[in-house]
């Protein structure tokens, strides 16, 4: 599947942005829909994932009650992001793979997924 994102951009401190992620298809099964990001000099990493198979969704600790992850009836996952602070300024990817969001309660890093999309830029800053 052909995954492509978009929606980011410039916001102030404080500020929201959604992001979308479009697939090329809608896949079925049990697949992990998840956003990562990789800000500069540092490791890419999860920021949030929902499963198919029950639209369970799981959020990085330092996003947690500020971002929210959807997928709608056609597969475009969104992530919701409000409250951001400078911190949150990195270049964001959606990722899909077989299986599950987490396994042992740890999310799955980038090395698991199989399908990526271009990453889309979010600079938090005034």
């Known amino acids: 599947v052909q995954l492509q994102a978009y929606g980011g951009g410039l916001v102030r401190p404080g500020g929201s942005l959604k992001l979308s992620c479009a697939a090329s298809?809608?896949?079925?099964?049990?697949?992990?829909m998840s956003w990562f990001r990789q800000a500069a000099g540092k490791e890419r990493k999860v920021v949030s994932c929902i499963s198919s198979r029950d639209g369970s969704t799981y959020y990085e600790e330092s996003v947690k009650g500020r971002f929210t992850i959807s997928r709608d009836n056609r597969g475009t996952v969104s992530l919701q992001m409000n409250s951001l602070n400078p911190e949150d300024t990195a270049v964001y990817s959606c990722a899909e793979a077989p299986g599950p969001c987490a396994r042992d309660g740890v999310l799955r890093g980038p090395d698991e997924y199989t399908d990526w999309g271009q990453g889309t830029l979010v600079t938090v800053s005034s």
């Open positions: 298809e809608f896949t079925s099964g049990y697949r992990a």
